[in-house]
C-alpha cells in the first residue's frame, strides 16, 4: 500500500499545523477567529484564535467565527466535519473555515460539497511543532467556507487555488 491510500488511516500523529498563508486568508474571510475546535497552544500561535480547544472540541459547544483543521482519520473526519456542519446549522457558529484533504469520494468529506471551496493548489505542505515542513504531501487541500460573504471568501483564497462556488 502507497502512502496515498493512507490519507484515512490514523497514524497517531495529529500535528500538521495549517501554513500561515492559508489562515491569513481564512482571517481576511471571517475577520476575527473566535475558536479553533482542534488546535494546541503551539498551533494557536500562527492562527491566534480568541480561544482553543484541543483533545475536548468534540465534548464542547462551538461558537462564533471558527477555523478549523481537525485530526485525521477514518473514524475522527465524520465526527469532526458533522460537528462543524452541525454547529453551522443551528447558528452557533457564524461563520467557519475548515480545512481538509479533497476527499471528494469519502462519505465524510459529502457535507462539506455543499459549500463554497478554494481547491488549493499545489499540494499544501504543513507545518510541523519543530517549524520545519512535511513534505511529500500525497493529496490536495480544500479549504471549504460557511458564510454568506462569498465575495470576501473569493478576493481572500483567489490566489491560493481554484474557489468554487
Not at 503551539?42 to 459547544?61: D, H, P, W
Not at 520545519?132 to 460557511?146: A, E, F, I, P
Request: charge should be positive; charged fraction near 20%.
Amino acid at each position: 500500500m502507497n502512502a496515498a491510500q493512507l490519507i484515512n488511516q490514523d497514524s497517531g500523529d495529529y500535528e500538521y499545523y495549517t501554513p500561515p498563508f492559508i489562515i491569513e486568508a481564512a482571517r481576511k474571510t471571517l475577520g476575527r477567529i473566535h475558536l479553533d475546535p482542534a488546535s494546541s497552544e503551539t498551533a494557536n500561535q500562527i492562527v491566534k484564535a480568541e480561544r482553543f480547544l484541543s483533545s475536548q472540541g468534540l465534548e464542547m459547544r462551538w461558537y462564533g467565527n471558527v477555523f478549523m483543521n481537525h485530526p485525521f482519520s477514518r473514524e475522527n473526519n465524520p465526527l469532526w466535519i458533522n460537528k462543524l456542519v452541525g454547529s453551522v446549522s443551528d447558528g452557533a457558529v457564524f461563520f467557519a473555515c475548515c480545512i481538509t484533504y479533497a476527499a471528494t469520494s469519502e462519505q465524510w468529506f459529502r457535507p462539506l460539497l455543499d459549500f463554497p471551496q478554494c481547491y488549493l493548489q499545489p499540494r499544501t505542505n504543513y507545518f510541523l511543532p519543530d517549524g520545519s515542513v512535511k513534505k511529500g504531501v500525497t493529496k490536495g487541500s480544500v479549504v471549504t467556507y460557511m458564510g454568506p460573504n462569498l465575495k470576501r471568501f473569493r478576493e481572500a483564497f483567489a490566489g491560493l487555488g481554484v474557489v468554487k462556488v
